[in-house]
């Protein structure tokens, strides 16, 4: 059994995944490989019934923070929990409202699984591309 996922080597994942990438938005590409753009969207607060996350943030603490990601619009939230001397963090970090298409399920991807340098790659091929276009334009301009 894999210890760690987050690195797993199987060529078969790392192929599905590959393919599943080539079509995902460049916001979202980016966000993957990039890590997320995070705005602060609602600072300290203590959630109402409406807004809480589910069991998760109601066993974690009874303070959260949200931050929005300006590139690909998901939701962090994060939680903390009352202490004599204030706040600390409780539970880690929640992702909710993930925009449509960014998770790539249904692929029978172990969640959590990133391959190394399949997100990469995907970014260098797109990079490339559209030095490659840019180039084909300059020459046919030249041309003209
Ligand atoms: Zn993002």
Redesign the pocket.
């Known amino acids: 059994m894999p210890t760690n996922l987050r690195y797993v080597n199987d060529a078969a994942i790392r192929k599905t995944l590959a393919n599943a990438l080539e079509t995902l938005p460049d916001?979202?590409l980016?966000?993957r490989g990039q890590r997320?753009?995070f705005n602060l969207e609602e600072d300290f607060h203590v959630p109402t019934s409406a807004t809480l996350v589910g069991r998760q943030a109601k066993a974690a603490g009874d303070i959260e923070r949200h931050f929005r990601?300006?590139?690909?619009?998901?939701l962090r939230i994060e939680r903390y929990e009352r202490t004599r001397d204030g706040i600390v963090p409780a539970g880690g970090a929640l992702y909710r409202e993930y925009p449509d298409g960014y998770v790539l399920s249904g692929l029978g991807i172990p969640r959590g699984v990133k391959p190394s340098g399949v997100v990469q790659s995907e970014e260098f091929r797109r990079s490339m591309s559209k030095v490659a276009k840019a180039a084909r334009k300059q020459s046919r301009s030249r041309a003209s």
């Open positions: 916001e979202y980016i966000c997320h753009r990601c300006e590139r690909c619009e998901v």
